[in-house]
């Protein structure tokens, strides 16, 4: 199964036409850039599910950030779009970002038009949140993995700067079956059924795509779905940026990128709003596959078939300004209007997580023993213990009568400073007749389609698209629908500022809408409270000496427990190496698979294709580490003779660091 699914996706070159037709004077200029920004592969706890054990071991498919910019021609306004495979958006990642754009392009790209977002995987390593306390829920703060990823979405940016060439931008919109389900139906029933009746599914299966053509064919394509990219479950340890980095992968390889080389075409799975929606379709934190790497195959392999369909097919070209306003909102106590609530004037909360956070999804991955979905009344005995194992103060009346019926688990808001940013940062940008609200949460399905109706409801006719683009620009956690929060779902628990999150969402969008449409500018008067410099930092690695047993070469590789291989067998090969994350950043590739021709070897994939992982164990000597290798042959690999190579950087007694290279023994794959 594993292997058809890995053939038909990686031979799907087939679509390489050019979609639509460029019109005789390009609409716009674009350009694209694309780069690498792959975290610490070893010894690093993992972004997403809160487990401490959950400690990085490898890497199976590397982390990019994939950016386009898109200009009106004879220096008019420009938009930026980043999809980057991490987790999260912190804010302050968005404010170094910005400050290092200012110093080369002069104020050229802000925060009014730069739009930065994440994919939301969970499959990366966590660490880059300024976290205000040691015990904070974001974990510890890694600098160096920080800048990596500033650094990275940076280069992204500039690479799509030089590469800005005049072009056209065609849209398409279909939807993808089987790619997700809603994971939280109990609380997507508590919306009125009215409002229910008026859709055919209790989630959103349309996918938007953009496709960008320039004078020489199609540069690059960009689109919004909604799904969890939690395919790669909590017992995952691999780097991976899930089912949308293995679509990007995919579509990439078949328009013939090479990532040693120039990233000629750019493809980006962005996401949008998938606050419900998992794609784990067993509901049980399992399927469709046998395991995370087939499901995480077949639900990316889902939204490609659809993407492709919908780039080969788009024929509808944006036409017109390109515009963008922006908001700094304190959702700590931001007064809402009947308009939003339909309850009279109400006030949302300083931030706090419920006990139901704790609890988890159950349908992707579950939580604490002592917590479950739906919990609604306070428990004595259980905020005496998380008084006592945290330190945390108990939360003030004001914030228990704010954020009922959520029972608190941790009251972040309060405080000077507050344990979380309280600032928001929400946009909303025009493309031709494409309007993108940008949020920096996750959204719930209802939600998301209220969001919508706010937007198209302060706009012209001429908006014939919606989008929300999520986790962009920050992170503030969940956003449900008043009903749904009631119930306090895994959903309800972690949307931070309490039942009226999201009329505060509706309100200013509609705020940003209205002055759109007027055309008038808007000024923040709220600022956000930057907390580069005053987080406590810890180093990514502890400067100790990697070990060899007596004898031992680091890249030295371990025999070969065979060396004749049919097509479809799985080669894994081991190699004495060195940790990783010493510096993480200095090697763009951890291994290759090679194959002679006439008398040369010739690199036929790395560690940046699916086929292939490699993760690092213990070995029997203190402090040695084994990488092990694993190239996955596809049915129709090529034979002949092939060799499997090792790339690491060792740390020495000295604290010096030497680069290491290592080579399989030759074996044979097919006749």
């Known amino acids: 199964m594993k292997h058809l699914i890995i053939k038909c996706l990686l031979t799907l070159a087939v679509f390489v036409g050019t979609p639509g037709v460029r019109a005789e004077a390009a609409e716009y200029l674009i350009g694209r850039g694309m780069t690498d920004i792959t975290g610490p592969a070893f010894g690093i706890q993992m972004w997403g599910f809160g487990r401490e054990d959950q400690l990085t071991e490898g890497l199976h498919i590397r982390q990019r950030a994939r950016a386009f910019i898109i200009a009106e021609p004879d220096d008019g306004k420009r938009l930026v779009f980043v999809s980057a495979d991490i987790g999260s958006i912190e804010h302050n990642i968005t404010l170094e970002v910005l400050d290092r754009l200012k110093a080369r392009y002069q104020g050229l790209y802000t925060l009014d038009n730069v739009i930065l977002s994440a994919t939301h995987t969970h499959a990366g390593a966590g660490g880059y949140w300024h976290t205000r306390v040691e015990l904070g829920l974001a974990g510890a703060f890694y600098l160096e993995l920080f800048e990596r990823i500033v650094e990275g979405i940076v280069a992204a940016i500039a690479a799509a700067h030089v590469d800005l060439q005049p072009g056209d931008i065609l849209i398409n919109k279909g939807d993808v079956e089987g790619a997700g389900a809603n994971r939280s139906m109990v609380a997507y029933e508590q919306n009125p ?158 931030s706090a997580y419920g006990y139901s956070f704790a609890g988890g999804s159950t349908e992707d991955g579950g939580g604490h023993f002592l917590f479950e979905e739906g919990m609604t009344e306070s428990r004595f005995y259980l905020d005496f213990l998380i008084g006592f194992l945290t330190g945390a103060p108990a939360p003030t009346t004001e914030v228990v009568a704010c954020q009922a019926p959520k029972p608190i688990l941790f009251e972040t808001g309060t405080g000077i400073p507050p344990l979380q940013s309280q600032i928001r940062s929400i946009g909303l940008a025009r493309i031709g007749q494409l309007v993108i609200l940008t949020v920096p949460a996750e959204v719930t399905t209802m939600a998301a389609r209220r969001l919508k109706e706010t937007v198209r409801a302060e706009l012209g006719d001429w908006v014939s698209h919606v989008v929300i683009a999520g986790y962009v620009n920050g992170y503030a956690g969940y956003v449900t629908t008043p009903e749904e929060y009631l119930i306090q779902q895994y959903e309800g628990g972690h949307t931070l500022h309490g039942q009226w999150t999201l009329p505060a969402y509706r309100q200013t969008a509609a705020v940003l809408a209205r002055v759109m449409e007027s055309g008038e500018p808007i000024e923040n008067t709220v600022m956000y409270d930057d907390w580069r410099g005053k987080a406590p930092e810890t180093a990514l690695h502890d400067g100790q000496a990697d070990g060899l047993p007596d004898g031992g070469a680091f890249g030295e590789a371990l025999p070969l427990t065979q060396n004749t291989f049919m097509p479809g067998d799985v080669v894994t090969i081991e190699f004495r190496s060195g940790n990783p994350t010493a510096n993480h950043s200095a090697l763009s590739t951890f291994l290759e698979v090679d194959r002679e021709e006439g008398g040369e070897w010739i690199r036929v994939v790395s560690d940046g294709d699916w086929e292939t992982k490699i993760r690092w164990r213990p070995g029997d000597n203190e402090d040695e580490l084994i990488a092990q290798i694993v190239w996955e042959t596809l049915e129709d690999v090529t034979p002949g003779l092939y060799r499997i190579r090792h790339f690491g950087l060792a740390t020495l007694p000295s604290g010096d660091r030497e680069r290491f290279e290592g080579t399989s023994a030759p074996f044979q794959v097919g006749e």
């Open 193 to 350: 059924a009215e409002e229910r009746a008026r859709y055919a599914e209790p989630m959103d299966k349309e996918m938007t795509l953009l496709s960008f053509v320039g004078a020489d064919g199609p540069v690059g394509t960009v689109n919004w779905f909604a799904v969890h990219p939690t395919s790669m479950t909590y017992n995952n340890k691999l780097i991976s940026g899930d089912h949308k980095g293995y679509a990007s992968l995919a579509f990439e390889k078949a328009m013939g990128v090479d990532y040693a080389s120039a990233n000629d075409f750019v493809a980006a799975f962005a996401q949008s709003t998938p606050g419900d929606i998992t794609p784990n379709l067993n509901l049980n934190n399992t399927g469709p596959g046998k395991d995370d790497f087939e499901s995480t195959a077949i639900i990316g392999s889902r939204q490609l078939a659809v993407a492709r369909d919908l780039f080969e097919t788009a024929e509808e070209a944006l036409r017109g300004p390109i515009d963008y306003r922006q908001l700094y909102v304190d959702l700590s106590s931001l007064d809402v209007a009947d308009e939003f609530t339909g309850a009279g004037v109400q006030t949302t909360c300083p």
